[in-house]
């Protein structure tokens, strides 16, 4: 059984995106522990690659700075194993194909079930093209988890049956970032899903605010927040786990309706 999903049978889950090495993987470390410690429920760890063709400039930004501090897949696998020691949440890497095939697909994967790492979300990677790593993370008890976005259309009930771990529902269109509103009919979508899956689904892209995510959250199973924690992390360096920490408790509250 996937351990992804014990995220959410606590209620509504609270997903954090953190851009590994941004500004190093000692802050990346407390941030993580920092956001466990304030209720969030799976955390989802990015991978920083050269080319990050769905993110917004505000991750595009993190992944330059991660990468001119010199973190690597090696180093990130390590920092997992330092986390694993303390940590039982589900955790996630959300990267690009590429970096998993330039470190070798089996290796990779491999690698993600030795550490503790319990999903793989690779946003360049094609519904059907899945089958390239598929396999592997079968093979090796990680979840590869499936996008939906609002150009999916008739392509939802398919993604959605075979989807496993959880589904990432993109609330809009383009490239990460916080959006003053998210206009996209999230109900129906949401609803074309559920007719065909049981596996929980979080919205994710453009929610910044308490508000947003509980509005999110009311339609789906959880809200994941990338681009508003690395602003906070940009902002202040390498004393950014406090902040981090209060941001995902007054996130985590609303969405469990304690604001």
């Given at each position: ?7 959410f049978?606590?209620?509504k ?5 953190i ?5 190093d993987?000692?802050?990346t ?8 410690i304030?209720?969030a429920?799976?955390?989802?760890l ?20 991660a990468?001119?501090?010199?973190v690597t897949t ?9 986390l ?5 949440i589900p955790?996630v ?5 590429n ?11 491999g ?15 094609p519904?059907?093209?899945?089958e ?7 093979k090796?008890d ?9 150009t ?20 809009s269109?383009?490239?990460t ?5 998210i ?6 979508l ?9 596996v ?18 009311a ?16 902002k ?6 406090k902040?981090?920490g209060?941001?995902i ?11």
């Amino acid at each position: 059984m996937s351990k992804i999903k014990s995220a959410f049978e606590k209620g509504k889950a609270f997903i954090p995106f953190i851009t590994c090495g941004d500004p190093d993987l000692e802050t990346t470390e407390k941030i993580v522990r920092a956001a466990v410690i304030n209720g969030a429920d799976l955390i989802e760890l990015g991978i920083p690659f050269s080319d990050p063709t769905a993110e917004g400039p505000v991750i595009q930004g993190a992944n330059i700075r991660a990468l001119a501090g010199g973190v690597t897949t090696d180093k990130i696998f390590e920092m997992v194993k330092r986390l694993r020691k303390d940590i039982s949440i589900p955790m996630v890497f959300m990267t690009y194909a590429n970096v998993v095939f330039s470190y070798g697909a089996e290796r990779f994967i491999g690698v993600c079930n030795e550490i503790g790492i319990d999903g793989l979300i690779l946003p360049d990677l094609p519904f059907e093209e899945k089958e390239e790593f598929l396999p592997l993370c079968h093979k090796y008890d990680v979840d590869l988890i499936s996008l939906i976005a609002p150009t999916s259309d008739n392509r939802i009930a398919m993604i959605a049956k075979e989807a496993e771990g959880f589904i990432y529902i993109v609330s809009s269109l383009g490239v990460t970032g916080t959006r003053k509103e998210i206009t996209t009919d999230l109900d129906a979508l949401v609803s074309k899903v559920r007719q065909n899956t049981n596996v929980p689904c979080a919205i994710g892209f453009g929610i910044s605010t308490p508000e947003q995510a509980a509005k999110m959250a009311a339609v789906s199973d959880g809200a994941i927040v990338g681009s508003a924690i690395i602003k906070i992390i940009e902002k202040h360096g390498k004393d950014a786990a406090k902040p981090v920490g209060e941001y995902i408790k007054s996130m985590k509250d609303a969405i469990r309706g304690k604001c």
